[in-house]
């Protein structure tokens, strides 16, 4: 006799995309490694053209996960294919999905990968922009940060050293990294243009324009809890939004 399956396995329902919810899917690569062929598949020709270009064979394969990746998460807000998502993509480089009706409508999305590591920002009716970094210990932090940073980050870095320096360092980068991605201007907007100065009770931050000393009131940036050797950041347009962590095993995205 065939008995019930057990409730205690179920998997939990795909979260729904609330307006005022950011929802950050933390992805580790090497869990999906046997599928790189069919990830792959799913890539239109132009991202598997891009994944070509890559001189080494663990870059090319982080390209081809983490796109995979993200392909296989947005088919289960648009209740599409993974291989059926069309991307435009904006002046500087910054992709959308194509079409604005049905389950894509005010959808946006944001994808950073470093090392075995990606995620993947999803909002609804927002834009936004996620970077994360895998910590270098043998990155020379201030010497970037004088070369890049608004002087007011540089001069912060240089109070400090070791682990602390380094920790100031990647959360200023991946924070800038973010907004820029978000406001999809890329580099063409400096480094040194403005900076970012943290809430009081952290994660949170702003961004304040250096040459004019105006705070940016339509974006704010909140860090990422992560593991150790990662720095991350989410920016978001607008305010009053929450973000929420997931993982794609938990949900069958496996």
Known sequence: MSRAPDPT???PSFPVLDPRAVHVWFCELPRYAG???????QLSDDER??????AFNRDRRCFI???GL????????LRSEPGEIRFAVGPHGKPAILGSSGESEGIR?????????????????REIGVDVEARKAEVECLKLAERFFAPAESQAIAKLHGVAQQRLFYELWTAK???????????????DRFEILFDASPPGARVRLTESGAFEQGWHIQTLSLPEQL???VAVEGDDWTVLRYEPAAYGLS
């Not at 599928?35 to 598949?41: M, P």
């Open 109 to 125: 999305f944001s994808l950073s990968h470093s090392g075995d590591y990606a995620l993947v920002a999803v909002a609804r009716g």
């Open 35 to 41: 599928r790189q062929a069919s990830f792959a598949a």
């Open 70 to 77: 993200l392909r296989l998460v947005l088919s289960r807000y």
């Open 231 to 233: 720095a991350g950041a």
């Open 65 to 67: 996960l983490s796109h």
């Open 49 to 54: 053209a891009r994944a070509t270009r890559f």
């Open 9 to 11: 396995f179920a998997l």
């Open 177 to 191: 990294e973010a907004y820029l991605k978000g406001r999809g201007v890329g580099l063409s907007l400096g480094l």
